[in-house]
């Protein structure tokens, strides 16, 4: 399945599902840039673990809601390394869990900034080289949450709604410049940050949750990448416009 040597942007790749992309597309042929929020260490650990398997990586420290965050992610990977095949956006944050009504106007308009906006900017900073080599891959990291809307997760749950709307309308405006655009929707798997969620509502709840998924596990970082990968091959050359849910068969409520 691997294709000529390639460039990704992984945004989000030091950790969890990010880094877990960012290293399978390495394997792919491809060089690779990360952004990071934070944790430099982390992000250095996963840029030395993609030099290991015989690719160019660097990472960069950016702040999705910063309005040149697009931008910036764009010049840099055009500087280091010449072009963009593949474009991950993975990047987002959580909202707190409270009623919408309830929730802070801040913390609405930074989870809608980093989660969408964020990507939006992106995409802006970045389609317009794609367009102009008629090629690329852009694949969108939703949620699961897009399927069930449970209560307390509103600001999330609109920002990944929102999401893959502009998955599915932005892949019919680029499909007749050679660029496709998909999205996946992660069910729950294990992360740091799960296993944090699931401290928080208490082993009890966290239990009932694992055994409302048809499988019976959680999924791993490496499925979702692997999916990544799949979908920014000539193997699914044919694809674009698609919501692809990765979440062992639900659950749905």
């Known amino acids: 399945m691997k294709d000529e040597n390639r460039v ?4 989000g790749g030091s950790r969890g599902i990010g ?22 260490v ?34 840099r990977a055009l500087k280091e390394f010449g072009k963009i095949d593949i474009l991950i956006n993975n990047a ?21 900034d980093t989660n969408l906006n964020g990507i939006f900017r992106t995409i802006k900073a970045i389609v317009p080289h794609m367009r ?16 069930r809307l449970a209560p307390n997760f509103g600001p999330y749950a609109v920002s990944k709604a929102g999401l893959e709307a502009l998955t599915q309308v932005l892949a019919k405006e680029e499909a007749g410049n050679g660029i496709r655009v998909n999205a996946i929707a992660p069910g729950f798997i294990d992360t740091d940050l799960l296993q944090t969620a699931f401290e928080e509502v208490g082993a009890e709840k966290a239990e009932a949750l694992l055994h409302s998924i048809p499988l019976k596990r959680l999924g791993m970082p490496s499925e979702i990448a692997d999916m990544v990968a799949v979908l920014t091959s000539n193997v699914s050359s044919y694809v674009t416009g698609q919501i692809i849910y990765v979440n062992g068969g639900g659950p749905e409520g």
């Open 42 to 75: 982390s992000a250095d650990a996963t840029v030395d673990t993609l030099k290991s398997l015989g690719r160019e990586a660097l990472s960069l420290q950016i702040e999705m809601s910063n309005p040149t965050a697009g931008a910036t992610i764009c010049s």
């Open 132 to 147: 102009s080599r008629k090629t690329g891959n852009i694949v969108n990291i939703s949620s699961n949450v897009t399927r």
């Open 19 to 40: 880094k877990a992309i960012a290293i399978k597309l390495a394997k792919e042929n491809c060089d690779v840039l990360i952004t990071y929020q934070k944790d430099k």
């Open 92 to 112: 987002g944050i959580g909202s707190p869990k409270r009623f919408i009504v309830d929730s802070e106007e801040t913390d609405w308009y930074r989870t809608i």
């Open 8 to 11: 990704a942007v992984v945004t």
